[in-house]
Every structure is written in structure tokens, then in C-alpha cells.
């Protein structure tokens, strides 16, 4: 099989090749059809998180190199594992990557995604940047029929993160309006969910002004830009006095500092996006502004398929997609980093 692989961090992403693997006991081996470049694996192949003040997360003891990327990973079945039940290779399939353990309490309270010994596709095990990936049990396969096949992978991670986020923000739309911050592949994600959830008027901000203008032409009620000083007064004047919840896809110092601002008294924040930096406010603000700050990481097997039954049901449009050839993948993996990409990359092996 073919893969565009990490061979050194910090480097390019180079062309390799592997023997496509037999599937054995339960596994299912896909032939990947199309599969999402995703801003998390900026995170990876340089090798950390930012943590603010100069404090990196390494991250790169989980993996061997070469290591393959890719979690949005749509395609069609080409072997199964004897043991492999309920595999229709007929059908077209979407890959829950986000594989725990599925031996720890997480795993079996359904919460597989935050398990603390994840065996997650193009995470910490080779992913979709190939031409073959290999599932390790049919129950991680969605069907994705009816659903076009670039948007079903990539509805595994920013289409996922998007629904679990806006999915918590929903209590809190009793206080005040919505507010998306970062309109990214998964911001706009976010917005397409919300939009389908919710009658409540849906704030965005964006420094990139064709972003915001590409949220309003999805149904945003207003764009605001965070580097405009007035920005502040303007959403609390929109919102009535503050929205309920801000949604920070874009997870930095300045995006989580501009986000909570106007959060009203009994809202919350939700930060979503691994951008980086550090966030600190004065602890008598949380109980002064009943404020709830809490974070959001992808979202749940049970989730995945309650999205995909509302994306099937056609109460989700598409956001604006871009296919390449695989070969690509290293060039849309630059232009993700230089914010140049509206909607979402998704490479076609």
C-alpha cells in the first residue's frame, strides 16, 4: 500500500510504501477513499502542544516512525478478519477513529474517545493518509450511505467535534444567543450543527474576513471581528447583554480570552480547538459570573452516530470541500497552517 508518511518531526510528510496488511480476528481493512486533513495533525507532525510560556507537550513517544496521519477516513471494505461480523463490503463506510483501550471504566461507559491508552487512527496508530487502513473491530465502521463520501470522513473529527461541542452548549442557549469563535474546517462544522439545533440567533468571529463572510452566506445572524476593539460591546449589544455560550474552536490565549468576554452571567465557555498558549482569570470571576469553562474533545461513539443520522436526514449542508490526490496532502497540510484554507481539505488515495 501507498501512504504519505512522517519520517522525521518537524519535516515533510514523505511518499512510502508498506505490504497492504491481512486482516486477522476481528479487524477490517478499509481502502481508503477519502480521508480529511486535519489542523491536530499540525500538532503532530511538529512533534508538541503549546502550553503557553514557552512549556511544550511532547508528544512524540506514542508513535514509531514512520507514522501515517489521517483520521477522517471514509472508504470501502476490501478484506475482514474471520472472526469480523456484520461487514457489508457493499456499503460504503465512515471510520470512528477515536479507539480506546476498551478494557478501563471509560471505555466501558461509552466515553472510548477520552480513554487514557487510545489506539486512535492516525493518532497513535498508522491512519488514512494511505491507500489501506486498518480497523480493528467491525463496530468502529458507520455506514455512510447516503452521505457523500468526502464529507462522511470528515464528519469522524471536525464534524464530530462540532456536534459534541454544540451538543454541550445547548443548556446553556437559556441564558442568551450562540457564539462560534474560529471559523475553521471545524468552526464551520459547528456552525452547520448549530444551525440545525437551534432557532436561537448564532454569533461568529473570525479574524479572516472571507471566513466570516463565508459564515454569514451559511446562516450566521452576525460576524464579528476579535482584532476590532469595539468587537466586545457590539456582541453584548447584539446578544441582549451577553450570550449564553461562546464556542472556542480555535483554542488560544487570545481566542479563549475574547471568547468568555461576553459570555453572560450563568453562560459558558467551551474550548474546542488545541491552538495553544495559556488562560488565566481572577478566581472570584467564576463565582461572580457563574461561569462555566470547560473543554471539549471530539466526541462519542454514540454521538458520532447520532450526527450522522441528522447529516442522512439532510439537516446538515456541506461545508465548502476541496479534493486532492494524495500526493497533496503535505501542500494542504501548509496551507492549513498559513490559515488559508476555508472548509476543509480532503485528500483522495
Given at each position: 500500500?501507498?501512504?504519505q508518511?512522517?519520517?522525521?518531526?518537524?519535516?515533510?510528510?514523505q511518499?512510502?510504501?508498506?505490504?497492504?496488511?491481512?486482516?486477522?480476528?476481528?479487524?477490517?481493512?478499509?481502502?481508503?477513499?477519502?480521508?480529511g486533513?486535519?489542523?491536530s495533525?499540525?500538532?503532530?507532525?511538529?512533534?508538541?502542544?503549546?502550553?503557553?510560556?514557552?512549556?511544550?507537550l511532547?508528544?512524540?513517544?506514542s508513535?514509531?516512525?514512520?507514522?501515517?496521519f489521517g483520521?477522517e477516513?471514509?472508504?470501502?471494505?476490501?478484506?475482514?478478519g474471520?472472526?469480523?461480523?456484520?461487514?457489508?463490503?457493499?456499503r460504503r463506510?465512515?471510520?470512528f477513529?477515536?479507539?480506546?483501550?476498551?478494557k478501563?471504566?471509560?471505555?466501558?461507559?461509552?466515553?472510548?474517545?477520552?480513554?487514557?491508552?487510545?489506539?486512535a487512527?492516525g493518532?497513535?496508530?498508522?491512519?488514512?493518509?494511505?491507500?489501506?487502513?486498518?480497523?480493528?473491530?467491525?463496530?468502529?465502521?458507520?455506514?455512510?450511505e447516503?452521505?457523500?463520501?468526502?464529507?462522511?470522513?470528515a464528519?469522524?473529527?471536525?464534524?464530530l467535534?462540532?456536534?459534541?461541542?454544540?451538543?454541550?452548549?445547548?443548556p446553556?442557549?437559556?441564558?442568551?444567543?450562540?457564539?462560534?469563535?474560529?471559523?475553521?474546517?471545524?468552526?464551520?462544522?459547528?456552525?452547520?450543527?448549530?444551525?440545525?439545533?437551534?432557532?436561537?440567533?448564532?454569533?461568529?468571529a473570525?479574524?479572516?474576513?472571507s471566513?466570516?463572510?463565508a459564515?454569514?452566506k451559511?446562516?450566521a445572524?452576525e460576524?464579528?471581528d476579535?482584532a476590532d476593539?469595539?468587537?466586545?460591546?457590539?456582541?453584548?449589544?447584539?446578544?441582549?447583554?451577553g450570550?449564553?455560550?461562546?464556542?472556542?474552536?480555535?483554542?488560544?490565549?487570545?481566542?479563549l480570552a475574547?471568547a468568555?468576554?461576553?459570555?453572560?452571567?450563568g453562560?459558558?465557555?467551551i474550548?474546542?480547538?488545541?491552538?495553544g498558549?495559556s488562560?488565566?482569570?481572577?478566581?472570584?470571576?467564576?463565582?461572580?459570573?457563574?461561569?462555566?469553562?470547560?473543554g471539549s474533545?471530539?466526541?462519542?461513539?454514540?454521538?458520532a452516530k447520532?450526527?450522522?443520522?441528522?447529516?442522512?436526514?439532510?439537516?446538515?449542508?456541506?461545508?465548502?470541500?476541496?479534493?486532492?490526490?494524495?500526493?497533496?496532502?503535505?501542500?494542504?497540510?501548509?496551507?492549513?497552517?498559513?490559515g488559508?484554507?476555508v472548509?476543509r481539505?480532503?485528500?483522495?488515495?
Amino acid at each position: 500500500m501507498h501512504r504519505q508518511s512522517l519520517i522525521e518531526y518537524a519535516a515533510p510528510l514523505q511518499a512510502t510504501e508498506a505490504p497492504t496488511p491481512a486482516p486477522q480476528g476481528t479487524e477490517v481493512l478499509l481502502r481508503v477513499t477519502h480521508c480529511g486533513v486535519c489542523h491536530s495533525d499540525l500538532h503532530l507532525q511538529d512533534g508538541y502542544f503549546d502550553l503557553g510560556g514557552g512549556q511544550k507537550l511532547d508528544v512524540r513517544g506514542s508513535r514509531q516512525l514512520p507514522f501515517t496521519f489521517g483520521h477522517e477516513i471514509a472508504g470501502t471494505v476490501e478484506a475482514v478478519g474471520p472472526d469480523a461480523q456484520g461487514v457489508d463490503k457493499a456499503r460504503r463506510y465512515a471510520a470512528f477513529p477515536w479507539i480506546g483501550c476498551g478494557k478501563c471504566a471509560l471505555c466501558a461507559r461509552g466515553d472510548e474517545h477520552i480513554c487514557n491508552a487510545p489506539r486512535a487512527l492516525g493518532i497513535t496508530v498508522d491512519g488514512g493518509y494511505a491507500s489501506h487502513v486498518l480497523v480493528p473491530h467491525p463496530r468502529y465502521l458507520i455506514d455512510a450511505e447516503g452521505v457523500a463520501p468526502e464529507f462522511a470522513g470528515a464528519l469522524m473529527c471536525s464534524g464530530l467535534t462540532g456536534y459534541s461541542a454544540i451538543k454541550k452548549a445547548m443548556p446553556y442557549l437559556r441564558v442568551g444567543p450562540l457564539m462560534i469563535v474560529g471559523l475553521g474546517g471545524v468552526g464551520m462544522m459547528g456552525l452547520q450543527f448549530a444551525r440545525a439545533m437551534t432557532d436561537k440567533p448564532i454569533f461568529v468571529a473570525d479574524i479572516d474576513a472571507s471566513k466570516r463572510e463565508a459564515a454569514l452566506k451559511l446562516g450566521a445572524a452576525e460576524a464579528f471581528d476579535p482584532a476590532d476593539p469595539g468587537a466586545r460591546k457590539a456582541i453584548a449589544k447584539a446578544s441582549g447583554g451577553g450570550v449564553g455560550a461562546a464556542v472556542d474552536f480555535a483554542g488560544s490565549d487570545k481566542s479563549l480570552a475574547f471568547a468568555h468576554a461576553p459570555v453572560a452571567k450563568g453562560g459558558a465557555a467551551i474550548v474546542v480547538g488545541l491552538f495553544g498558549g495559556s488562560f488565566s482569570l481572577p478566581v472570584p470571576m467564576f463565582p461572580l459570573r457563574a461561569l462555566t469553562i470547560m473543554g471539549s474533545y471530539v466526541g462519542s461513539m454514540a454521538e458520532a452516530k447520532e450526527m450522522m443520522d441528522l447529516v442522512r436526514a439532510g439537516k446538515v449542508a456541506q461545508i465548502p470541500m476541496e479534493k486532492r490526490p494524495l500526493d497533496q496532502t503535505n501542500r494542504s497540510l501548509d496551507e492549513l497552517r498559513a490559515g488559508k484554507v476555508v472548509g476543509r481539505i480532503v485528500v483522495t488515495p
